[in-house]
Each structure stands twice: as C-alpha cells, then as structure tokens.
C-alpha cells in the first residue's frame, strides 16, 4: 500500500515535472518561431525564364535584409565628412555607375578606376576590374568603407563611431532587430556588409526590350536595325559574344543553373605604352595581383547591361562613347599617337586572339550601336524598390 501511494506520488511528480517542462519548451519554441518567421523569405523579381543568383548559405535573403541594406547603401554617414554612400558613386539612374571616368572619393582622391554598374550584380563570380580573389559581396563592401588606396568613404579607424551613430539611431535599431534579431549587438559589421550584400543582390535587371524580344516571346520590342546589330555582335566577324556572351553579357559569371563559375580576364589592346605591352603603371590589370608577365592589361569583361547609359567605357573611363568603343575593337587595339600613354595597342603582345580587327560599314556600325541600346531596362532605373528610401520619388534622381 505504502509502496503504491509513494509510486503514486513519484509518478504525479514526473507528470507535472513534464508538463512545465513541455509549456517552457513549447514557450521557447514559439519564440524561436515567430523570430523565424517575423523574418519573411524574400521574392525574387525575376522572369520565370533566368536563373536566381546563387546566395551564400550563411548569408540567406530576406526581405528585412533587402530594405536594411537599401538603407545603408544610401547612407551618408557611412563615410568620413557624412557627405557620402555607396549611391555616391554608384547612382541608379545610370544603372549604378557615376558618370565620371575614373570615381572621385569623399576626400577629394581619384580612385585609379571607373565606377562600375551594379545591375545583376548578384551573377558576378568575380567583382570589380580585376582582382581574382574578390569574389564576395559581403567582403567587397569592406573596400568602399574602410579601404585607404585610394580612399572612397573613408571609415578605416572609425569603426565605433560608425556602430554607435547606428545603435544610436531609431530606425536603424528597428531595421536592425527585424533583419539579424534584438540587441545592439546585432548591430556590427558583419551585418551591415552581410544586408548591403543583400540588397545588391536584389538589383535584378531584366527588362530591357532585348530581354523582352530574346526571351520574352515579344518579337516587335527591338528594331530591324538592332536585329542585324545583334547578328554582329554573334558573329566569328566581330567575336564580341566570346566575352560578353551569355545571360549577363560577361564571361565571368555564376548563377544556380551552371555547373560551374565561370571567372576569365583579357587584355583588349588598350594600351601598349612601352611597345612590349605594358599598361599605366596604376591600372595594369590582374598583374597587380599575379605578377606573371602574360597578365598585364587583364581586365573583367563587364556586363553590357544598360551600357548605352554607363560611359564613359572601360576600366578608367578612357574611351567616352559607344561609337569610339566599337572603333578600337574594330581596329584590334586602340593606337594613342601622343602623350605619356602614346602606343598601339593592336600590337599588344598580351592582346587576346579575339581582338584582331574587323571590317565593317557605318550602317553595320550603327546596327551594333543600336543593339546595344536595346540593352537599357528603363523598369531597373526607375524601380522605387532600388531608390533612395529618404528621398520620395527617388528613382531617376539618384544621390
Ligand atoms: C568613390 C566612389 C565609390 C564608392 C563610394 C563606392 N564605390 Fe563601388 N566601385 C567604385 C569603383 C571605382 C569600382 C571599381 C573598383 C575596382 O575595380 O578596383 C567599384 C566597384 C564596385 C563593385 C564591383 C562591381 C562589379 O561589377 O564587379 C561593387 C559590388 C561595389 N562597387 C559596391 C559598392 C558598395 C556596396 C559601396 C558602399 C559600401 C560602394 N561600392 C561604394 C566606386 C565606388
Ligand atoms: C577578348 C574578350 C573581349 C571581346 C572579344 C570583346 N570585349 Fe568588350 N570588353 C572586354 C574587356 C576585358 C573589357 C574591359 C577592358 C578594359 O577596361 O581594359 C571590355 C569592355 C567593353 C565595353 C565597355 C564596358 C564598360 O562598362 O565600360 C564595351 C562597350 C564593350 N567591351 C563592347 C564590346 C563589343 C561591342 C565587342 C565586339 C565588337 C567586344 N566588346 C568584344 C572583353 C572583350
């Protein structure tokens, strides 16, 4: 008897012992839950015919992420005079580029290149010009702030100033607690690269008229003329598709439905200034990083993507119209005859196979020119998504 009423106890004991232990577990689990879930999983505006970017793993997409990152990106007090963001030099209207040949940073000091666009961002295996190892967006973001050669926003040392003016701030610490979860500690560095990340990669640009003839079933949405353009920019004439080739016009490209990325550089016969095939001592390509004599003057083929808004061209901002592009393309390299830079770059001895020159008539020229126009996505320059979130209307004004 005595042994059943001690079971009796023991047993009602386990049983409320298991009962609070399933309400807390329970509690807890619901707060996990709905921090999960008060995250929402971001949708993407693509066309069901284009792959999605590949996200990292520890980096997911979500929609709070996107808009903190939009936030920062357009934030001035990211740089040292509070003068300056990333829209700075990468402004919408002219597809995130600045207009300027080579970019300007906040301490008044010339970047050695041109500012690049920032449409699709998210297919680029590679980033920037021509430096092999920068293949993250998350770690890209870093240069702008803090980088020193050259300087672009100026932060390096103000790392707790930075993270204090943030903390300090309402709307950072709600965009902040809705994207990484509550607590000032969610607020670092990390974060503020891995949400900028995210919102570059929802800069998605395909809706230009070419997208909507090529893959859009729109047979009328470019003209005759950028047809034939077309036909030439494909052609073994022209070999402009070896490069730019593919979904985003760059052979340096990745995305979920190619087995692998692909990252290729090429000398394009820009230059040849000392007539064994050097280039300008500060933009001398992926040898900055190599060394290896055969890699001077590589460059990233970028995305032609809205290029008709993007000049000036190449990676100093050297070549001012698309006109002129195509001239040193057809003559296999661009001839300088004066100045400190003066050399022919047709006799590159780096230059790639597929520029050796090309014949090809004015109207054909013009065909090509207005190809490349059809690559302009008004929708993207103009997609209040992509804006200024301080400023109402902000799409065509940049920053
Ligand atoms: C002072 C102007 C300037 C500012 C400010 C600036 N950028 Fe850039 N951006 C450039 C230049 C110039 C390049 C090319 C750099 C190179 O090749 O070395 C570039 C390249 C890039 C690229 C690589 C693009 C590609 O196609 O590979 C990304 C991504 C980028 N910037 C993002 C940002 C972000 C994010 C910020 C803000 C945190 C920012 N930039 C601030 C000028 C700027
Ligand atoms: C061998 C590869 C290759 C071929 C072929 C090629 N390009 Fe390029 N293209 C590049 C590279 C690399 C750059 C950047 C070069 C630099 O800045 O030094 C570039 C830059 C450009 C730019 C400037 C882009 C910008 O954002 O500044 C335009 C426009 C362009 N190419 C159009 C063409 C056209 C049109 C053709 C065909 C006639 C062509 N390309 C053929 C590799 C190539």
New binding site residues.
Partial sequence: MIYRWKRCLVLSITFIFTLILSIALSASLNRGLSASTSNHAYVWDIPPWAPKPIVPADNPMTAEKVELGRHL?YEKR?SINNQ???A???IQAIAFT?GKP?????TGES????????AN?GY?S??????PGMTK?EF??LI??FGEHPV??GLAGKEQEVLKMLREDQKYQKLFAAAFGEGESSININNITKA?ASF?RSLISFNSPYDRYRYGGEKNAISAAAKRGEALFHSERLECFHCHGGLNFSDSIKHERLAFEEIAFHNTGLYNVDGKGSYPSNNTGIYEFTHKPEDMGKF?A??LRNIALTAPYM?DGSIATLAEAIDHYQAGGRTITQGKFAGVGSQNPFKSNFISGFSLSPPEKQDLIEFLKTLTDEKFIANPAFSDPNVVNAGKTGS
């Fill in positions: 990106f990211l300056f963001s990333c700075s030099c990468h600045d080579v970019a300007i940073g906040a970047h050695p290149r041109n500012s690049m666009s920032l961002i680029n590679v980033l920037t010009w021509a430096n967006l890209q973001a702008p702030m672009e926003m900028i570059q990233k970028p995305t990676h």
